[in-house]
């Protein structure tokens, strides 16, 4: 017992003086706490990171995300902050004191500060006196986590990327083992006029839905953020501790709290939550809409939706993902007052009008794009029906090369592909993009291409996204090819997800899976996508789950 004491002991700071007061006024932190408290429910899915600002103009999204956070039974916060006025001896620095906020004291795990100096690299400094990095985030933390001890790291702004590479097992050593939470510390695009840092925070938003932490490296610091090492050594955590992924939140300018529009230079923030579960879009800020890939509702479909249980189990599926979110798919086949009995050849696809449309109305089906392999199975005339009756149901059709409005973005879609009169490839041109430039941003592609059961783009299809993006699609969704893209891929002005697969197609191969691609809408008139795995629906396949990459014995 008394050997357990004296480890507890040892692990907080009691010996120094805390750090005083560096804000004095504890109503600005208050109210922003209230705000939070009275206009959001906590997360209740397990929260292993979130990323705040740390200016107080944005206190109201230090404390939203915070709180967002605030229902874990945490036993260790981690701060990660740059080190603003670069007072620090070493890259990276920490501290055994407590800290006084207006909110109340946050206490210091002395002992994991201590195994952190152990790597030489890490050194403790006086620096955290006049650090807002991290001084910002510490009146929120004393309401919500009071009793759960922190380990502030701040990072040089000119530290490396083999330095990043040494400190990354330091930290995940004091991660693993403890419940934790990692909060980075990091405001987004400086001294930029707002529409540069629209461009900008476009730029690190793809970057961020993509999880791609070594193109990090090649955002700009500050332009982009305000540091490269915080967002990076976060990625890098979450995916190797927890196998987690980061949901941006918010992203807004400093002009949305007041101030002249034509300011020469001002700041952006954007907050992220990290989670190894699936997030509800529903409890996430933001208009929402989702894509889905290759549907119909004839064929094998049809038997199974004429099963109670398995047409619960597809409608259960497909609304969880989409939290009832309106739903945007490549709908393949023909609607038809009744499907013959004898068809030209298997591959047609016929689907009964009135059960059709009862189920994209269940689905929330709000447009269907039409410029696939399957609308003229029937022939020009039934096309036409089908076109008129989807838009006598309120469905927005989209046929090969419109763009329609849907508010508060524009939706392209395009064949490369043609079964009637006869099967056709390699429809698409650059100049089949040509009139999408006279259109307003935001524009997104809606394409169907691609070789069956392919899952990664081939040398074309890249091409065709080019000439998407050169017309100025800034998200580029495929279908077509009924399996699912592994990832994102980016293009210089572009997301791309090359093929969506099959959201409900009669086909029982686990591997013929999908998922939706949820896009949300942001304060600063962008916006942020994820994928949504749902495995093969049809069959009742759940879908993969993928197995982290881990930190090797010895690496970095």
């Given at each position: 017992?008394?050997?357990?004491?004296?480890?507890?002991?040892?692990?907080i700071?009691?010996?120094a003086?805390?750090?005083?007061?560096?804000?004095?006024?504890?109503?600005?932190?208050?109210?922003?706490?209230?705000a939070a408290?009275?206009?959001?429910?906590?997360?209740?899915?397990?929260?292993?990171?979130?990323?705040?600002?740390?200016?107080?103009?944005?206190v109201?999204?230090?404390?939203?995300?915070?709180w967002?956070?605030s229902?874990?039974r945490?036993?260790?916060?981690?701060?990660?902050?740059?080190?603003?006025f670069k007072?620090?001896t070493?890259p990276?620095?920490?501290?055994?004191?407590?800290?006084?906020?207006?909110l109340?004291?946050?206490?210091?795990?002395?002992?994991?500060?201590?195994?952190l100096?152990?790597?030489?690299?890490?050194?403790?400094s006086?620096?955290?006196?006049?650090?807002?990095?991290?001084?910002?985030?510490?009146?929120?933390?004393?309401?919500?986590?009071?009793?759960v001890?922190?380990?502030?790291?701040?990072?040089?702004?000119?530290?490396?990327?083999?330095?990043?590479?040494?400190?990354?097992?330091?930290?995940?050593?004091c991660?693993?083992?403890?419940?934790?939470?990692?909060?980075?510390?990091?405001?987004?695009?400086?001294?930029l006029?707002?529409?540069?840092?629209?461009?900008?925070?476009?730029?690190?938003?793809?970057?961020?839905?993509?999880?791609?932490?070594?193109?990090?490296l090649?955002?700009?610091?500050?332009?982009h953020?305000?540091?490269?090492?915080?967002?990076?050594l976060m990625?890098?955590?979450?995916?190797?501790?927890?196998g987690?992924?980061?949901?941006v939140?918010?992203?807004?300018?400093?002009?949305?709290?007041g101030?002249?529009?034509?300011e020469?230079?001002?700041?952006?923030?954007?907050?992220?939550?990290?989670?190894?579960?699936?997030?509800?879009?529903?409890?996430?800020?933001?208009?929402?809409?989702?894509?889905?890939?290759?549907?119909?509702?004839?064929?094998?479909?049809?038997?199974?939706?004429?099963?109670?249980?398995?047409?619960?189990?597809?409608?259960?599926?497909?609304?969880d993902?989409?939290?009832?979110?309106?739903?945007?798919l490549?709908l393949?086949?023909?609607?038809?007052?009744?499907?013959?009995?004898?068809l030209?050849?298997?591959?047609?696809?016929?689907?009964?009008?009135?059960?059709?449309?009862?189920?994209?109305?269940?689905?929330?089906?709000?447009a269907?794009?039409?410029?696939?392999?399957?609308?003229?199975?029937?022939?020009?005339?039934?096309?036409?029906?089908?076109?008129?009756?989807l838009?006598?149901a309120?469905?927005?059709?989209?046929?090969?090369?419109e763009?329609?409005?849907?508010?508060?973005f524009?939706?392209?879609?395009?064949?490369?592909?043609?079964?009637?009169?006869?099967?056709?490839?390699e429809?698409?041109?650059?100049?089949s993009?040509?009139?999408?430039?006279?259109?307003?941003?935001?524009?997104?592609?809606?394409?169907?291409?691609?070789t069956?059961?392919?899952?990664?783009?081939?040398?074309?299809?890249?091409?065709?996204?080019?000439?998407?993006?050169?017309?100025g699609?800034s998200?580029?969704?495929?279908a077509?090819?009924?399996?699912p893209s592994?990832?994102?891929?980016?293009?210089?002005?572009?997301?791309?997800?090359?093929?969506?697969g099959?959201?409900?197609f009669?086909?029982?191969?686990p591997?013929?899976?999908?998922?939706?691609?949820?896009?949300?809408?942001?304060?600063?008139?962008?916006?942020?996508?994820?994928?949504?795995?749902?495995?093969?629906?049809?069959?009742?396949?759940?879908?993969p789950?993928?197995?982290?990459?881990r930190?090797?014995?010895?690496?970095?």
């Amino acid at each position: 017992m008394r050997a357990a004491l004296l480890v507890l002991f040892a692990s907080i700071s009691v010996g120094a003086e805390p750090f005083p007061l560096f804000y004095t006024d504890a109503k600005p932190f208050r109210e922003a706490c209230e705000a939070a408290e009275k206009g959001m429910q906590p997360l209740e899915q397990l929260v292993t990171g979130v990323t705040v600002p740390h200016h107080l103009l944005a206190v109201d999204l230090i404390a939203e995300t915070l709180w967002a956070a605030s229902q874990g039974r945490y036993e260790r916060v981690l701060i990660l902050s740059p080190d603003h006025f670069k007072r620090g001896t070493t890259p990276f620095s920490t501290t055994t004191k407590d800290f006084l906020t207006p909110l109340g004291r946050v206490r210091v795990d002395a002992g994991a500060v201590k195994e952190l100096m152990a790597e030489p690299l890490v050194s403790e400094s006086a620096l955290f006196s006049r650090e807002h990095g991290v001084q910002a985030l510490l009146p929120m933390l004393a309401r919500w986590f009071g009793d759960v001890p922190i380990v502030p790291v701040t990072l040089g702004v000119r530290s490396t990327r083999e330095e990043w590479e040494k400190l990354l097992p330091v930290l995940i050593r004091c991660v693993e083992g403890k419940k934790t939470l990692v909060v980075q510390s990091t405001d987004f695009s400086h001294y930029l006029t707002q529409a540069e840092a629209m461009k900008r925070d476009a730029e690190t938003l793809r970057v961020l839905a993509a999880g791609d932490e070594e193109a990090v490296l090649q955002l700009d610091q500050p332009g982009h953020l305000d540091s490269k090492a915080a967002q990076w050594l976060m990625m890098r955590l979450q995916r190797e501790v927890w196998g987690a992924s980061g949901i941006v939140l918010r992203n807004r300018n400093a002009i949305h709290y007041g101030g002249d529009p034509q300011e020469p230079e001002t700041t952006s923030y954007i907050t992220q939550v990290f989670s190894p579960q699936r997030l509800p879009g529903a409890a996430l800020p933001g208009k929402r809409v989702c894509f889905g890939g290759d549907t119909h509702f004839g064929r094998e479909v049809v038997v199974k939706l004429a099963k109670g249980p398995e047409a619960a189990r597809i409608e259960k599926t497909i609304l969880d993902a989409t939290g009832g979110a309106p739903l945007i798919l490549n709908l393949e086949g023909v609607m038809l007052p009744e499907v013959p009995a004898e068809l030209k050849h298997p591959f047609q696809i016929g689907m009964r009008g009135g059960l059709s449309l009862e189920w994209l109305r269940r689905l929330n089906v709000a447009a269907v794009s039409l410029a696939n392999n399957h609308s003229h199975d029937f022939g020009e005339t039934a096309c036409a029906a089908m076109k008129r009756d989807l838009q006598a149901a309120g469905i927005v059709v989209l046929e090969n090369g419109e763009v329609a409005d849907l508010g508060g973005f524009r939706l392209g879609a395009a064949t490369d592909v043609e079964n009637s009169p006869a099967p056709t490839w390699e429809l698409l041109k650059a100049s089949s993009f040509e009139p999408w430039k006279a259109v307003k941003p935001p524009l997104f592609a809606f394409l169907h291409l691609g070789t069956e059961y392919a899952a990664a783009p081939s040398i074309r299809e890249r091409q065709i996204a080019s000439w998407a993006e050169k017309a100025g699609a800034s998200l580029i969704l495929g279908a077509h090819t009924h399996r699912p893209s592994s990832g994102w891929e980016r293009g210089a002005g572009s997301l791309r997800w090359f093929s969506m697969g099959n959201l409900l197609f009669d086909q029982n191969d686990p591997r013929n899976g999908g998922g939706l691609i949820e896009l949300r809408f942001l304060d600063q008139d962008t916006w942020t996508a994820r994928w949504l795995p749902l495995g093969n629906v049809f069959a009742g396949s759940p879908a993969p789950v993928p197995t982290p990459p881990r930190l090797l014995p010895g690496r970095g």
